[in-house]
């Protein structure tokens, strides 16, 4: 019976986009249910670890006479992963009692870098940041603080907001030197790209972009760019909602840098993006080969360029692997949500599927009535 109550004690302080109850101090609101209760949360050192301040209101008066208990309570040794969201300038006062934990502090995730900074820039044992920048370029400057101060972090996520910013002077490099996986979100035309030109990241995997309100600049592109080029362990791209300006299409140099910055990519997935382009010069034969190490390909909510797209498979789901030369050859691509492809291309798809060994997935095909609403929409938001 305490391992079943250990177990729900433990589901309901999961991270908050997990489904976690509205509470500010869940493991105090569990510890007083009863005596049994009390002693079993007292034996489950992780609920005290999860911390979420996700409004003003939710942190009252009283709460700040709890918290020295609530840290007596919770085991030293115990990291923490801490949310904080909508806090005011008014509020330093609970923020310093939380924020002196900051050494066991091991996933952030705010939107208020001015009150966590004016308190503390030093996490050093933060494996985990995901960070909303808003307001003015003081925020975006306090978090490069911040990351010159989070030698173990993995995995950083930023979105971009209302940041009314444009860099100015150079910036010293920021090595981090453990991290893997980075994302980036960008709100409207505020792209940062000098963040892509500061940053050190020699073991990073993975790159995620997404720019729904408007495509970035192209000094962002230039910078993304470089930043692709840089490192041959980033091989994981998801580009989500992001495209190249419209004006700038036309200039083929434009995109075409970017596809060659994309040599070390093996794993590439495209959402809501414009294809065709992108399919008509990956599957042309240029020199150098554009993507030439990609093996895995994921395609969604997306339109098709049907020649483009199956002239690019069968170059690259060759049976003969001594001609592809410096080609990688696809193993595995999966389109879910789209539209585009004729009935005939979908069956050839098929047939290549049982003869090449590709796995090859097409899930939930948009036929062209919703394909017109979806492209009227695109139209329209742009």
């Given at each position: 019976?305490?391992?079943?109550?250990?177990?729900?004690?433990?589901?309901?302080?999961?991270?908050?986009?997990?489904?976690?109850?509205?509470?500010?101090?869940?493991?105090?609101?569990?510890?007083?249910?009863?005596?049994?209760?009390?002693?079993?949360?007292?034996?489950?050192?992780?609920?005290?670890?999860?911390?979420?301040?996700?409004?003003?209101?939710?942190?009252?008066?009283?709460?700040?006479?709890?918290?020295?208990?609530?840290?007596?309570?919770?085991?030293?040794?115990?990291?923490?992963?801490?949310?904080?969201?909508?806090?005011?300038?008014?509020?330093?006062?609970?923020?310093?009692?939380?924020?002196?934990?900051?050494?066991?502090?091991?996933?952030?995730?705010?939107?208020?870098?001015?009150?966590?900074s004016s308190v503390c820039c030093a996490f050093p044992s933060l494996l985990f940041l995901r960070v909303h920048l808003r307001e003015d370029?003081?925020?975006?400057?306090?978090?490069?603080?911040?990351?010159?101060?989070?030698?173990?972090?993995?995995?950083?996520?930023?979105?971009?907001?209302?940041?009314?910013?444009?860099?100015?002077?150079?910036?010293?490099?920021?090595?981090?030197?453990?991290?893997?996986?980075?994302?980036?979100?960008?709100?409207?035309?505020?792209?940062?790209?000098?963040?892509?030109?500061?940053?050190?990241?020699?073991?990073?995997?993975?790159?995620?972009?997404?720019?729904?309100?408007?495509?970035?600049?192209?000094?962002?592109?230039?910078?993304?760019?470089?930043?692709?080029?840089?490192?041959?362990?980033?091989?994981?791209?998801?580009?989500?909602?992001?495209?190249?300006?419209?004006?700038?299409?036309?200039?083929?140099?434009?995109?075409?840098?970017?596809?060659?910055?994309?040599?070390?990519?093996?794993?590439?997935?495209?959402?809501?993006?414009?294809?065709?382009?992108?399919?008509?010069?990956?599957?042309?034969?240029?020199?150098?080969?554009?993507?030439?190490?990609?093996?895995?390909?994921?395609?969604?909510?997306?339109?098709?360029?049907?020649?483009?797209?199956?002239?690019?498979?069968?170059?690259?789901?060759?049976?003969?692997?001594?001609?592809?030369?410096?080609?990688?050859?696809?193993?595995?691509?999966?389109?879910?949500?789209?539209?585009?492809?004729?009935?005939?291309?979908?069956?050839?798809?098929?047939?290549?599927?049982?003869?090449?060994?590709?796995?090859?997935?097409?899930?939930?095909?948009?036929?062209?009535?919703?394909?017109?609403?979806?492209?009227?929409?695109?139209?329209?938001?742009?």
């Open positions: 019976m305490p391992n079943v109550l250990t177990e729900i004690l433990q589901w309901c302080t999961i991270p908050e986009d997990q489904n976690v109850l509205n509470w500010v101090l869940p493991a105090v609101v569990l510890s007083q249910v009863c005596h049994h209760w009390f002693h079993v949360a007292l034996s489950t050192p992780v609920i005290w670890s999860l911390l979420s301040f996700t409004t003003v209101d939710s942190f009252q008066l009283h709460h700040w006479h709890i918290l020295p208990i609530y840290f007596q309570l919770c085991s030293q040794r115990i990291p923490f992963s801490l949310t904080i969201k909508e806090w005011e300038n008014d509020l330093m006062r609970p923020s310093q009692p939380i924020l002196s934990k900051a050494p066991r502090i091991t996933l952030l995730s705010t939107n208020a870098m001015q009150v966590i370029g003081d925020a975006y400057y306090r978090l490069l603080l911040m990351l010159r101060y989070a030698p173990l972090l993995e995995q950083l996520d930023i979105q971009v907001g209302n940041l009314n910013y444009d860099p100015i002077g150079c910036n010293p490099p920021i090595i981090l030197g453990k991290l893997t996986s980075l994302r980036f979100t960008i709100s409207w035309f505020y792209d940062i790209p000098t963040l892509f030109l500061i940053l050190q990241v020699p073991l990073i995997t993975s790159l995620f972009l997404s720019a729904p309100g408007s495509p970035p600049t192209l000094a962002f592109w230039s910078a993304v760019s470089a930043f692709l080029e840089a490192y041959p362990t980033l091989i994981k791209l998801d580009l989500n909602d992001i495209a190249f300006p419209e004006q700038e299409l036309d200039n083929t140099n434009k995109l075409g840098h970017f596809l060659e910055a994309m040599i070390h990519i093996r794993h590439l997935t495209l959402h809501l993006m414009p294809l065709g382009l992108f399919f008509q010069r990956i599957s042309k034969q240029a020199t150098p080969v554009l993507c030439s190490k990609l093996e895995h390909l994921r395609v969604s909510f997306s339109r098709i360029p049907d020649d483009a797209f199956m002239e690019f498979v069968s170059s690259r789901a060759s049976l003969d692997v001594q001609h592809m030369g410096s080609l990688n050859r696809l193993k595995s691509f999966h389109l879910d949500r789209c539209w585009g492809l004729t009935l005939l291309s979908i069956g050839s798809l098929s047939g290549l599927k049982q003869h090449s060994g590709v796995e090859i997935s097409i899930t939930n095909v948009i036929d062209s009535w919703q394909s017109k609403l979806l492209e009227l929409d695109d139209f329209s938001r742009n």
